[in-house]
């Protein structure tokens, strides 16, 4: 697995307890042929449930509601533990409630103990297209440990992958902390464990060690390490925060759910020294629906904190979206925004200073026109008197009877004036009466910084809705002119289909050219969407592009599409299914190899073979995919039968 040279490490300590040495047998799942009513179980509680056996002391740690075999439909987590002194467990074990079925899946971990448990990570690990569960718990004490278990409910069997001690060069190996990182971005996630080396006296540190362990032949084996004199634990007074990982800081009013959504470095009270800016909030779903957005600076000179003690915002993607001044104080103000979702959706925005000694909000959710709560589409941010103070600008789009019907947009000018965003102008820009083509190539008007992996995507030229964004980008070579390209895979997202993700496309910036060389695949559909491979696979000597989506499901197929951009040309050499006999031929996993070791890449792709049940596995199929003849054909086939 290659691996990039440069990680975020995140450095809030799990809580974690002890290894146990444990067989990495697959437990017996809970009988399947009854069904349980919905819990009512609390956390902090007494746990019961049918078919789970309790005791006096058990109860319910954590628990979190996810689409685990993402069928569709979301399924329930309970961490459970019997509670000695808080806040140490014992007996830690993790139940799954398939939402689709109500069966109840029980992950038999045994001997599991420590301080702080929790659910971790609900990531895939083995890379089997399904989401796996990362619990942990802490050792305690100075030279305390963080360890983990790793469990897989595919196709409703569980079974823990991670169940024991990791081992480096064949000893074991305890880290203070543990964490899941998806190095290649890829969507499959490796453990980044970091310790403490010591010298023969434990109280002699002679460095650091990160350990990257990804799971391959049926265990977790370490991919990569590194050691540093660097203390990465080292914190100030208030603590570092990692995105996307729980956040807590003295004097911050959290949840279990809070998690850091963005951080940045800025000095917003004008003192000379940059200051950390967290946004923050609750995360309540996968969907990336988030409540109880909130902003806090951490003072960078004094290490004192600004809370801004926001309540009742939520709303989907929160992001910083500017740090500038839009009071004309001199100093820097914070801009976030969230939106609401659904189609039409509104996005809202908060806009605060922290030039005094109290927050000061410019904006709160909406701006008001004519005494009401306006509601925009978008609301940017831009300098009109190139003055270097910010207006505020609501765009919303003027629809007709029918809502699918836009007959415009209008795009109305605020300006901070005596306390408040006032109105200073508004204009309507009506749409052509014609759809706008989508010409082959055009020069477009902005840059790729422009463009945010996640983001909403717009490019003059390009076909987009209020859906669409950056799914990834690379920059290579595509086109065969020597110059790097930027290849961007886009798609539109909607937060009430889950994680699917329509109309995917690959559009081409070309580095030398600076034009647009859009693809214009149509209806390619699917989980997981991203740039599988750049690299020559019809022998032109020039890069072709390979992206790939996961169907879903528990016997789901990889779907891909490979396109050449030769001379800004677009030729589509495999078109999301290969045909073998006429008919179209599904597979599991797809990937680009250079069987021949001649420069030219193949597809390995393979399948399970699956009996009259499809939970009973025959063997695997392996394929070996080259372009010839103007199509990918099977080359070669092999079949490996189940023992």
């Not at 951080?263 to 779903?285: F, M, P, S």
């Amino acid at each position: 697995m290659k691996i990039k040279k440069t990680l975020s490490v995140a450095l809030c300590v799990a809580a974690v307890a002890s290894f146990s040495s444990q067989a990495m047998a697959n437990p017996a799942a809970t009988p399947t042929s009854s069904t349980v009513a919905p819990s009512t179980n609390q956390v902090g509680q007494k746990f019961t449930l049918a078919g789970v056996q309790t005791n006096a002391k058990t109860v319910l740690i954590a628990t979190r509601t996810v689409d685990l075999d993402l069928d569709g439909v979301k399924d329930t987590l309970y961490l459970i533990g019997d509670k000695n002194e808080s806040p140490d467990f014992s007996n830690i074990n993790l139940i799954v409630v398939n939402g689709k079925t109500n069966k109840v899946l029980n992950a038999g971990i045994k001997g599991f103990d420590g301080l702080n448990a929790k659910i971790s990570y609900v990531n895939d690990f083995n890379n089997d297209h399904a989401l796996d569960v990362m619990i942990t718990a802490y050792s305690g004490g100075n030279q305390g440990s963080t360890n983990a278990r790793i469990v897989t409910f595919k196709n409703d069997t569980p079974s823990i992958i991670l169940g024991g001690d990791l081992k480096v060069k064949g000893e074991r190996a305890l880290f203070r902390t543990l964490e899941a990182v998806d190095v290649e971005n890829d969507g499959v996630n490796e453990l980044l464990g970091i310790r403490i080396l010591h010298g023969e006296a434990t109280s002699v540190v002679t460095g650091y060690e990160k350990v990257w362990f990804a799971y391959k032949n049926g265990e977790f084996q370490v991919s990569k390490s590194e050691t540093t004199k660097e203390d990465p634990f080292k914190q100030p007074a208030l603590g570092e925060q990692t995105v996307g990982q729980p956040f807590a800081l003295q004097g911050v009013k959290t949840t279990d759910k809070t998690i850091l959504i963005r951080k940045q470095v800025n000095d917003v009270n004008k003192d000379g020294v940059e200051d950390k800016i967290y946004l923050i909030g609750d995360k309540a779903d996968e969907l990336g629906y988030v409540s109880n957005i909130n902003l806090v600076v951490v003072d960078g000179k004094t290490n004192t904190l600004k809370d801004a003690n926001i309540s009742g915002f939520d709303g989907y993607k929160p992001e910083i979206q500017w740090i500038g001044d839009f009071n004309g104080d001199k100093a820097n103000d914070v801009m976030f925004t969230a939106f609401s979702g659904g189609n039409n959706g509104t996005t809202d925005a908060y806009i605060l200073s922290f030039a005094g000694d109290k927050v000061q909000p410019l904006l709160s959710v909406k701006p008001v026109v004519e005494g009401k709560p306006a509601f925009f589409n978008t609301l940017e941010q831009v300098d009109l008197n190139k003055d270097g103070v910010y207006d505020l600008v609501g765009t919303r789009k003027v629809r007709g009877d029918a809502e699918a019907i836009v007959l415009g947009e209008e795009k109305t000018t605020f300006t901070f004036k005596d306390g408040a965003f006032k109105v200073v102008g508004t204009e309507t820009i009506k749409s052509d009466s014609k759809p706008a083509t989508t010409p082959t190539t055009t020069t477009p008007t902005t840059t790729t910084s422009d463009f945010t992996v996640g983001k909403r995507f717009e490019l003059k030229g390009i076909t987009t809705t209020a859906k669409t964004i950056l799914l990834a980008k690379q920059q290579v070579d595509v086109t065969g002119n020597g110059v790097a390209d930027n290849v961007l895979l886009i798609g539109n997202k909607d937060a009430a289909n889950g994680d699917l993700v329509t109309d995917i496309n690959i559009v081409v910036l070309e580095g030398k050219t600076k034009k647009v060389i859009n693809s214009n695949i149509k209806g390619f559909t699917g989980y997981q969407p991203k740039i599988n491979f750049v690299g020559d696979f019809n022998g032109d000597k020039s890069k072709d592009v390979m992206i790939t989506v996961y169907s879903g499901g528990n016997s789901g197929s990889t779907n891909a599409y490979v396109v050449s951009f030769k001379d800004s040309g677009v030729k589509v050499l495999l078109n999301e299914y290969v045909k073998v006999n006429g008919k179209r031929s599904l597979y599991n996993t797809m990937k680009a190899s250079d069987v021949d070791k001649n420069g030219v890449y193949e597809i390995v792709a393979t399948k399970t073979i699956r009996g009259e049940a499809t939970s009973v596995i025959k063997g695997v199929e392996t394929s070996v995919l080259a372009y010839k003849n103007g199509a990918f054909q099977v080359k070669s086939t092999t079949v490996k039968k189940s023992k």
